[in-house]
C-alpha cells in the first residue's frame, strides 16, 4: 500500500487559498489520489479524485505532478465552513485496503 | 437517496453486553464498509463486502467482533462481549466502483460508549 504523509495542521483565514500538500513517494501504476473531508462529528466527505495533471470540481482543484509522488489539495478562498480535517488517500479500488492517516487539520480563522 | 443510514446513532452499554450496529447503504452500491474512529488510532477500516460477500476482514480487532452482510441492502457490526477500549465511531461506507475510481459514501455513524 502506498504510505501518505501530510502535515499534521494548518491555520488559514478566510478568503485566503489554502493548499494541503500530500507525498506518496511509492505511488503504484494504478493507484488514484483521493481526498476526503471530515467535519466534527460526521463521517468523511469525499471531495476530488484524481489520476494525474489537474483536476478541478466546484468545491477545490487537485494538481499531481507528472511523476506522481505527491499531491496538492488547493481549496480557493477558504471560509470557516471549511474548517476541517482533509485525508489524503492513495489506492486501487482492486485491492481496496485504503488506509486514511492522521490527515490535516484545518483551522479557518475570521 | 438518503445516503448511507447507521442506527443507533449513539449507543451506551455495559461491558460483557452484546452490541449490534446496523447500516444501510446506498442503493446500487456493490461495496460495503465498516470504519473505526478513535483519538488514538485514527480512522481504521474493520471489513469490507463485495457483493455481499467479506472480502477482507484483516482490519477486525478480534474474535468479538463479527461482522454480516445478508443482502445487498443491510449491514450489521457485532460486537460480543463488548469491553470499554471498544468505545469509538463506527462508520459504514459504501462504493459503486468502476474503472478503477471510486468514491466511498459515509454514513453518519454510531458513536458508542461502553461503560
Known amino acids: 500500500l502506498a504510505k501518505t504523509t501530510q502535515p499534521i495542521s494548518m491555520d488559514s483565514y478566510e478568503g485566503q487559498e489554502v493548499n494541503i500538500t500530500c507525498s506518496h513517494n511509492?505511488?503504484?501504476?494504478?493507484?488514484?489520489i483521493t481526498w476526503y473531508q471530515q467535519f466534527p462529528s460526521q463521517g468523511p466527505r469525499f471531495i476530488i479524485q484524481?489520476?494525474?495533471t489537474k483536476v478541478t470540481n466546484e468545491v477545490a482543484s487537485l494538481f499531481i505532478p507528472a511523476d506522481r509522488k505527491s499531491s496538492t489539495l488547493s481549496l480557493p478562498r477558504v471560509s470557516l465552513s471549511d474548517t476541517a480535517v482533509y485525508y489524503c488517500l492513495v489506492g486501487d479500488t482492486g485491492r481496496r485496503a485504503l488506509t486514511f492517516g492522521s490527515g490535516t487539520r484545518l483551522q479557518v480563522q475570521p | 437517496d438518503a445516503g448511507v443510514i447507521q442506527s443507533p446513532r449513539h449507543e451506551v452499554t455495559e461491558m460483557g453486553q452484546e452490541v449490534t450496529l446496523r447500516c444501510k447503504p446506498i442503493?446500487?452500491?456493490?461495496?460495503l464498509f465498516w470504519y473505526r474512529q478513535t483519538m488514538m488510532r485514527g480512522l481504521e477500516l474493520l471489513i469490507y463486502?463485495?457483493?455481499?460477500?467479506?472480502?477482507?476482514d484483516s482490519g477486525m480487532p478480534e474474535d468479538r467482533f463479527s461482522a454480516k452482510m445478508p443482502n445487498a441492502s443491510f449491514s450489521t457490526l457485532k460486537i460480543q462481549p463488548s469491553e470499554p477500549r471498544d468505545s469509538a465511531v463506527y462508520f459504514c461506507?459504501?462504493?459503486?466502483?468502476?474503472?478503477?475510481?471510486?468514491?466511498?459514501?459515509f454514513g453518519p455513524g454510531t458513536r458508542l460508549l461502553v461503560l
Open positions: 461506507a459504501s462504493s459503486f466502483a468502476r474503472g478503477g475510481q471510486e468514491t466511498q459514501y
Open positions: 442503493s446500487g452500491h456493490d461495496y
Open positions: 463486502f463485495n457483493n455481499n460477500v467479506p472480502i477482507d
Open positions: 484524481g489520476y494525474k
Open positions: 511509492n505511488i503504484a501504476t494504478n493507484d488514484y
